[in-house]
């Protein structure tokens, strides 16, 4: 399983900006879960900012709430993040995480390679 991040990049302070993230090679006996975005700045630890299950049930880190929302599109093995109303502290390389139930094994998790996301004030 591969996932490819793209949609980062340099947004003004109140801009938006659109990530997705694609994940391949899952298989057609394999099921993906839960896709996540977190984030990270360097020097800090990763954080969640946004969980997706399957069913589309959503989560959110409470600096995002109201401002990003996480979609998914399970025909196409993609999950997106709307950005909107960014903020300066919203800069960070922002990684997509999928849980995926391997047949046989259990439930792996799989990670992007990160993509940057700069606002400026």
């Known amino acids: 399983v591969q996932l490819q991040a793209s949609g980062g990049g340099l947004a003004q302070s109140g801009g938006s900006l659109r990530l997705s993230c694609v994940a391949s090679?899952?298989?057609?006996?394999?099921?993906?879960?839960?896709m996540e975005w977190y984030r990270q700045v360097p020097g800090n630890q990763r954080e969640l900012v946004a969980t997706?299950?399957?069913?589309?049930?959503?989560k959110y880190v409470d600096s995002v709430k109201g401002r990003f929302t996480i979609s998914r599109d399970n025909a196409k093995n993609t999950a997106y993040l709307q950005m909107s109303s960014l903020k300066p502290e919203d800069t960070a390389v922002y990684y997509c995480?999928?849980?995926?139930?391997?047949?046989?094994?259990?439930?792996?998790?799989?990670w992007g390679q990160g993509t940057l996301v700069t606002v400026s004030s």
């Open positions: 995480n999928a849980a995926v139930i391997i047949y046989g094994v259990g439930t792996l998790h799989f």
């Open positions: 090679g899952i298989g057609p006996i394999n099921e993906m879960r839960e």
């Open positions: 997706i299950s399957s069913d589309g049930r959503t």
